[in-house]
């Protein structure tokens, strides 16, 4: 099914984000641009604080994990 005879809502990804500190604007929205250029789908992201990491953060799409974390 070709990407624009799809329904909206099929239309773009969800990345789960979850990361030492609250990300800031600029960084949610450099993020959300850097997905779209990997996955060429509009991203939605949901940002999540876990505070048992040190630094970085994890990054899932589907079944795909972008783990860039320190964790202690």
Not at 5 to 24: C, E, G, I, Q
Not at 25 to 50: C, F, N, R
Request: glycine letters at 8%; hydrophobic letters at 40%; proline letters at 7%.
């Amino acid at each position: 099914m070709p990407y624009r005879s799809m329904p909206p809502h099929f239309r773009h990804k969800v990345a789960v984000v979850t990361s030492a500190n609250a990300l800031t604007k600029a960084q949610h929205q450099t993020l959300a641009t850097k997905l779209e250029g990997i996955y060429a789908y509009p991203m939605s992201l949901h940002t999540e604080v876990d505070p048992s990491l040190i630094g970085g953060a994890i990054i899932r799409v589907g079944y795909e994990v972008i783990d860039g974390s320190t964790s202690g």
